[in-house]
């Protein structure tokens, strides 16, 4: 007879058992990750080596080659929810090897619980000590790098370098450490953050804005401002991709973004669509280095750069495995919600963008085609030498052995909030594009506004984009590299900037586009980049579908 799955649950409810006096689960949790951190760094099961799977260390013809990835993480593809599940499913198995933890689990961290919050975070991972077993470290706030990061790709100049003994860090602080002058303005920067509970507070407030959105429409009696209705906030970007109609689309943003343009304006109500990646980068930025402050706002501290922030060092931030796993709980969401959960039921849309691989990780060389069928390197089936494959993880139940407890999306204990996006009807889809990844260093944001003829500027559109700080020197990043984003306009939004017809055009608003990166914001008026971007103007173009 087949054994009951065990349970993922969210983090929140493992905390709320422990303010209650029931402290096992937790406790246990802290063991499991003591027990992977303490492993030397050579150990396939410490957890140096499974969060070297994500970015770096880089292997392979990524390890000095910018042309591609080097680290084994599939992102901008159809292998990114199925790929990342099993990365969850080597760290909870070698947690469980841990003696005494055997019954471990991954909780998730339930980003959507509660929002509109303060505290998004679970107190548990913003605090540096856990008194336990006559310890008081915390293996869930940061982790101490017990073996050297070295970037040898060329071109990088190595700034992603990281020291033995580096120590991860997150929002508002800087973990540039790869150059003498990187370290030495890294230093002043957090200097300016030592106090761990205004560190904390400013956290939390980063992650809260980006979930709920900043921007509000004030009405004529300002005493009651209403909210902006709201399609680029992280909890309504959630929400959006859990009605995405076929996994291809819901997998990943190239493929999302095809499928925008295919629909053009036909029915844009119905065809507007996000993947789940869009969200997961959000919450990336979040923890890792981007501030939004006020309500039009959204300037950086300059210099934050944590570690999450980056596709190179995000897995070495351990809550990264917990971001992970609300993600997978989304998607797992998403399987029951459109009734894909039998094995072999997930299929993706053949010869569609995002069914390429476009930088190649090692074991894929860029062009290969994607499937259901590829092997998920590096991770092997149970007892075997065979590669999982996306068919091998489609039934969390029956083939891998897990289920998920209560969370957001589900409706009890918590609040539901799967359903239609609360928002006016769209009247227009605008395409931002004609920017590529390649002009600039990590990750960036890409912030579109419009300016109304009553003189009003909203922000309407943001979206993060995960990046890489290296891929300058890429010779065809400019055609495989380009990132756009798509941002639908309602009608509260154009009656609100005084558009003459707000049913039924915007031809009288105009677009402008913004960039903003861990250095600063371009856009009109802002610096541009001169030679560091070989010559090229910042030019992004806003258009129709």
């Known amino acids: 007879m087949r054994s ?29 990750f003591r027990g992977i951190v303490a492993k030397d760094a050579l150990d396939p099961k410490s957890f140096f080596a499974i969060a070297g799977f994500h970015g ?10 910018p042309k591609w990835w080097g680290g084994y993480c599939n992102h901008g593809n159809v292998l990114f929810p199925t790929w990342h599940r099993a990365y969850l499913l080597r760290l909870e198995n070698a947690l469980r090897e841990i003696p005494g933890c055997e019954n471990v689990t991954i909780p998730f961290w339930d980003e959507c619980f509660g929002a509109p919050s303060s505290t998004p975070i679970p107190a548990v991972l913003t605090s540096p000590t856990y008194e336990l077993d006559g310890l008081d470290t915390n293996p869930l706030y940061s982790y101490k790098l017990q073996k050297a ?27 540039l450490v790869g150059t003498e002058e990187d370290k030495n303005n890294t230093k002043i920067h957090n200097a300016q953050y030592e106090d761990l509970t205004k560190r904390t507070e ?45 996994y291809t689309i819901f997998s990943n943003t190239t493929s999302a973004a095809q499928y925008i343009i295919d629909k053009g304006q036909e029915d844009i109500n119905k065809h507007y669509v996000v993947s ?17 402050a006020g309500v039009y706002n959204a300037d950086p501290i300059i210099g934050a750069n944590g570690d999450m922030g980056d596709n190179e060092t995000a897995s070495f931030d351990p809550i990264f495995f917990l971001h992970h796993c609300f993600i997978d709980y989304v998607f ?17 849309i053949e010869d569609y963008p995002g069914t390429i691989s476009a930088d190649g990780v090692p074991g894929i060389p860029p062009g290969s085609v994607l499937d259901m069928n590829t092997n998920l390197y590096p991770f092997k089936k149970p007892n075997s030498q065979d590669w999982y494959t996306s068919n091998d993880l489609t039934d969390i139940n029956g083939q891998l052995g897990y289920e998920y407890g209560p969370g957001s999306f589900d409706i009890a204990p918590h609040a539901p909030l799967l359903g239609s996006p609360k928002t006016a009807p769209l009247v227009a889809i605008k395409r931002v594009h004609n920017i590529s990844r390649a002009d600039f260093a990590g990750s960036f944001v890409i912030r579109t506004f419009a300016k109304g003829p009553n003189g009003k500027r909203v922000e309407i559109g943001r979206e993060p984009i995960l990046s890489r700080w290296n891929i300058k020197g890429c010779a065809n990043c400019q055609d495989k590299l380009s990132v756009q984003s798509f941002v639908p306009v309602d009608e509260e939004e154009l009656k609100f900037l005084g558009a003459k017809n707000a049913t039924r055009s915007d031809a009288d608003i105009q677009y402008e586009v913004e960039v903003q990166t861990h250095q600063g914001i371009f856009g009109p008026g802002a610096p541009s980049f ?15 579908l």
């Open 4 to 32: 009951m799955p065990r349970v993922r649950r969210a983090l929140h409810d493992i905390e709320n058992d422990f303010n209650q006096g029931n402290r096992e689960e937790l406790d246990n949790l802290i063991r499991a």
């Open 56 to 65: 770096e260390p880089f292997r392979g013809e990524g390890a000095t080659d």
């Open 149 to 175: 990061l070295e970037e040898k790709v060329e071109g990088a100049g190595g700034r992603y370098s990281k020291h033995k003994d580096y120590e991860t860090v997150r929002y508002p602080l800087s973990g």
């Open 202 to 246: 400013i956290l939390n407030a980063n992650v809260a804005n980006w979930l709920e959105g900043t921007v509000q429409i004030t009405p004529d009696d300002p005493e009651h401002p209403t909210r902006q209705p709201d399609t680029y906030s992280v909890l309504e970007r959630f929400k959006i991709c859990l009605k995405a109609p076929n």
């Open 276 to 292: 789940l990646e869009s969200p997961h980068n959000a919450i990336h930025l979040a923890v890792g280095g981007f501030y939004q």
């Open 332 to 348: 797992w969401t998403w399987q029951k919600h459109h009734q894909l959960t039998a094995p072999g039921s997930l299929t993706v």
């Open 530 to 544: 001169g030679d560091d971007r070989g010559g090229r103007s910042f030019n992004p173009q806003v258009g129709d």
